[in-house]
């Protein structure tokens, strides 16, 4: 079966770090983009970070440039975000996102989200 599971959320004071896990199960990451969404109430979800599938480059969205960092880790099957100085704007459901193409079409997954509350 496949699933990502994402892990990590929590309510974080202002300045404060957090860093998100997205675990595949039931096929290899190794072969897919990923990346981090996030959704807040009444908005569309606005991708903040990508990691591509094989040389492993990177794109942020401007506003988490220099303070979140997106990783993988192709043994453990597990995608991370490190996210510091965290704002009270950083508040939302992230989501993980998985997606490769090949000659019979396109594949993509998502995790069901973890919550993060950036709050005093």
């Known amino acids: 079966q496949v699933r990502l599971e994402e892990s990590g959320g929590d309510l974080v004071p202002p300045g404060g770090s957090l860093r998100l896990s997205c675990a595949a199960s039931g096929f290899n990451v190794s072969r897919y983009g990923m990346s981090w969404f996030r959704q807040t109430p009444g908005k569309e979800r606005e991708l903040v970070a990508g990691?591509?599938?094989?040389?492993?480059?990177?794109n942020y969205e401007d506003s988490v440039k220099g303070r979140f960092t997106i990783s993988r880790d192709n043994v453990k099957n597990t995608m991370y975000l490190q996210m510091n100085n965290l704002k009270p704007e950083d508040t939302g459901v992230y989501y993980c996102k998985a997606v490769t193409v090949d000659a019979f079409g396109t594949y993509q997954y998502w995790g069901q989200g973890t919550q993060v509350t950036v709050s005093s």
């Open positions: 990691i591509s599938s094989t040389r492993g480059l990177t």
